[in-house]
């Protein structure tokens, strides 16, 4: 995994964040702990929008609705609600930044700030994730490299098929 910073504010801002009170530093940048926390800070962010966008893959829309409905308490407006319900289903299929790429046409980049913060805010279920997602947590946490050898996937009768034919 690799993170891209380019410029030096966003480095800074970063280290802030991570080890306050580091300064950008060769020897601070190519630390591996500071390397570690900046690889699982955006990991976790990653991961973190996953249950979101499976459980809007997954769901019938008027169940998604019901469950949207019941995390408010009987507090939401319908339109509230409907918005929710757009936001999450364009974020199953496209993605956090696939959404906010085709509403930046349509609105400010305020209005997606405010549904995204919406969206993250809302209550989600705990889906276990792929194993291979697993794998690379363990991974990052122990902050060993992950080979494409360690993903075994099970043979499959085609591929005994071809082989014996």
């Known amino acids: 995994m690799e993170v891209r910073l380019g410029n030096r504010t ?8 991570i080890e306050p ?3 950008p530093t060769f020897k601070a940048l190519f630390n591996v702990s500071v390397a570690k926390a900046v690889l699982m800070q955006f990991w976790t962010q990653l991961r973190a929008q996953l249950p979101m966008i499976e459980g809007a893959r997954d ?5 998604l609705l019901v469950s949207l409905a019941a995390a408010a308490s009987g507090r939401a407006r319908p339109g509230t609600l409907l918005q929710q319900l757009g ?10 930044r696939g ?19 919406q969206i ?8 276990p994730g792929f194993s291979a997602l697993r794998q690379v947590d363990v991974a990052l946490t122990s902050f060993q490299p992950l080979r494409m050898a360690s993903f075994h ?11 014996s034919g």
């Not at 966003?10 to 964040?17: E, G, M, T």
């Not at 509403?103 to 549904?115: G, N, V």
């Not at 996937?153 to 082989?163: E, G, M």
């Open 99 to 117: 959404a906010g790429a085709i509403l930046s046409r349509h609105c400010s980049a305020r209005s997606w700030q405010r549904y995204k913060r």
């Open 59 to 63: 769901g019938w829309p008027e169940d």
């Open 120 to 127: 993250k805010a809302l209550p989600q279920a705990e889906l």
């Open 21 to 23: 009170g580091t300064e």
């Open 10 to 17: 966003r480095i800074v801002n970063l280290l802030k964040r």
């Open 153 to 163: 996937a099970p043979s499959t009768d085609a591929s005994l098929i071809a082989k």
């Open 87 to 96: 936001c999450l289903m364009l974020v199953g299929s496209v993605g956090f």
